[in-house]
């Protein structure tokens, strides 16, 4: 995670703000962090976005050597999940999510997909740890694109929602369990310009290999000459 405490991008202005729940103080929005780039075909693509707090929104806390609950408590969560009431709670889990209809890969990684996704490690939001105060921004690797092993073909490709939350897991009074957000973010984009896209450039031929070739071409030329002299 980078935590910063603005950004000023004009990316803000167009993004869809996506608040929390009514019963959560957590507001804010997500975008892209760097929505264009030029990359090559053989290139692993990190999917970064800044999570920004409103100057409104309550503090975001999240205490990983708390477990269960990681520093948050009832008061905290919402009462119902999909309309079930919950009796009791047993834990938070942090998330991330994304849309399928992405051009990156075929229906979340099915056959033909250019790239396959991955959760990274770190600098993730699953490695989220401390408090964003109201008006913090943060920066969060969520994803992790990578090309087959031949490389992606040259083009223009891109994400359109990703996002990352809280949820609450518990049990409802049939001993069911049962899981509700307790806020979350989304890049959802009104219009182009504010996907996540990457043009890809081919795999460049190492200048060895041209030279190479160069002089298998002038070893032809000269082969040809000596037979046309005879």
Known sequence: MKLHSSIGMAALIIATLQSAPADSAVMGSLVFTEPTATVAANDVIDVWVTLSL?????????DSMSPPLHGWT????PAHANGVPFTSYE???LYTTRTCNDTFTVNCGAAGSQYSFSVPTSDSWFGLHGTMAPGDSADFLLYQLTPGPG???????QLYTAGLGLNVQGWDSSGNAI????FGFRT????????FTREVSPIPVPAAIWLFGSAL??????SWQREGVG
């Open 179 to 182: 899981v509700e957000e307790i």
């Open 217 to 222: 071409l002038g070893l032809a030329g000269y």
């Open 54 to 62: 409103d100057e409104n929104s309550g503090p975001l806390s999240y």
């Open 188 to 195: 959802t984009c009104i219009d182009a310009s504010c996907t």
């Open 91 to 93: 834990s938070v889990m």
């Open 74 to 77: 009832e008061a905290d969560f």
């Open 151 to 157: 490389g992606a073909d040259p083009g223009s490709y």
